[in-house]
């Protein structure tokens, strides 16, 4: 699997939107791109995730290159409760292959 | 629907001691796995299963044993337990549509071998 390079860290002010870059260089062209978070120490969230088109829900976007070998993740309005580390990982399409490689993530800090 | 559960969330044993870390989901997912995440390490992919009575080694299968006789249960066994596997323990499940699904993960059993 491709493995994915975020900052480790990131502070963004509450009420403003948090972009959070991922680098996926290596990246296959059956490759999705997925985000979790995971506050403080609960199980991973699932946020959003996409293969080419950028994606959107009710917590957040997804904005991928043309490319595909970076991604951003914005949360529109940040608010306190965003405070988590997040993961940016890319996982395979074919059913039985679902090994995930999770790296140390960005930790997002919002700030009051 | 209660997603993914794992038992117990707190477990302290001795170093040479043996137990299983329950996990169960009520989502009929086919694919279940089983992570552990240290300090300053991401996830790692201990073991996996696309199926009853189907299991693969992940990244780091030493030292943990899995068996899958029901979708339902992918317990996880730790043979002879040993301080290096003080860690927190996630397990994930997912329909097994491959990469178009998000894996579902429980809230973990924190593990402490003295």
């Known amino acids: 699997d491709a493995k994915t390079t975020q900052p480790p860290s990131m502070d963004c002010a509450e009420g403003r939107a948090a972009n959070l870059p991922c680098n996926h260089s290596?990246?296959?062209?059956?490759?999705?791109v997925y985000w979790y978070r995971q506050i403080h120490s609960q199980g991973p969230q699932y946020i959003i995730h996409?293969?080419?088109n950028n994606e959107t829900n009710e917590m957040a976007s997804l904005i991928i290159t043309e490319d595909r070998k970076s991604s951003t993740l914005i949360l529109p309005h940040a608010t306190l409760r965003d405070t988590a580390v997040y993961y940016c990982?890319?996982?395979?399409?074919?059913?039985?292959?679902?090994?995930?490689?999770f790296g140390t993530g960005t930790r997002l800090t919002i700030i009051p | 629907n209660a997603g993914v559960t794992q038992t117990p969330k707190f477990q302290v044993l001795k170093t040479g001691q043996s137990m299983t870390l329950q996990c169960a989901q009520d989502?009929?997912?086919?694919?279940m796995s089983w992570y552990r995440q240290d300090p300053g390490m991401g996830l790692r992919l201990i073991h996996y299963?696309?199926?009853?009575?189907?299991?693969d080694q992940g990244e780091v299968p030493n030292g943990y044993n899995v068996s899958r006789s029901t979708t339902e249960d992918f317990p996880l066994r730790l043979l002879s337990a040993a301080p290096s596997q003080t860690s927190v323990y996630f397990c994930?499940?997912?329909?097994?549509?491959?990469?178009?699904?998000?894996?579902?993960f429980g809230n973990g059993t924190r593990l402490t071998v003295t």
């Open positions: 989502m009929n997912h086919e694919y």
């Open positions: 994930a499940s997912n329909p097994g549509t491959g990469g178009s699904s998000p894996l579902h």
């Open positions: 996409g293969l080419k």
């Open positions: 299963s696309v199926g009853a009575g189907i299991t």
């Open positions: 990982i890319v996982r395979v399409a074919n059913f039985g292959n679902e090994k995930l490689t």
């Open positions: 290596t990246i296959s062209g059956n490759e999705y």
